[in-house]
């Protein structure tokens, strides 16, 4: 049984940062897609980040536009999780934060980013994210 776990969700003033963690456990996820949502009081979830491979050891991270400048994605395979480093933090960043994966298509590279829902068929609990003003 796949599971994504993330943690590192906290309560943070703005301006301030934080690293959210994802671990995955039941399959590798080695050269496939591994990103994160997030879903705001009232709003939909949304797509923050995430990687796509480009072959051999390469990673290619791509943003939201609300992420980009802000926020780092960034993997380890050997552990088999996937990392977000938030920082400037601003009230509007408070949600709950949810790690993807996906195997969808099988393990290729050069395959476009992925940033919709349907496109990951792996999904973690969610972390909570409180920025306060």
């Known amino acids: 049984q796949v599971q994504l776990v993330e943690s590192g969700g906290a309560l943070v003033q703005a301006g301030g940062s934080m690293r959210l963690s994802c671990v995955a456990s039941?399959?590798?996820?080695?050269?496939?897609?591994m990103g994160w949502f997030r879903q705001a009081p009232g709003k939909d979830r949304a797509f923050v980040a995430t990687?796509?491979?480009?072959?051999?050891?390469?990673?290619?991270?791509d943003y939201a536009d609300s992420a980009k400048g802000r926020f780092t994605i960034s993997r380890d395979d050997g552990k088999n999780a996937v990392y977000l480093q938030l920082t400037s933090l601003k009230p509007e960043d408070t949600a709950v934060y949810y790690c993807?994966?996906?195997?969808?298509?099988?393990?290729?590279?050069?395959?476009?980013?992925?940033?919709?829902?349907?496109?990951?068929?792996?999904w973690g609990q969610g972390t909570q994210v409180t920025v306060s003003s």
């Open positions: 993807a994966a996906s195997d969808v298509g099988g393990r290729q590279s050069g395959i476009p980013t992925r940033i919709r829902e349907i496109e990951y068929n792996y």
């Open positions: 039941g399959r590798t996820f080695n050269g496939y897609a």
């Open positions: 990687t796509r491979w480009g072959g051999g050891s390469q990673y290619y991270a």
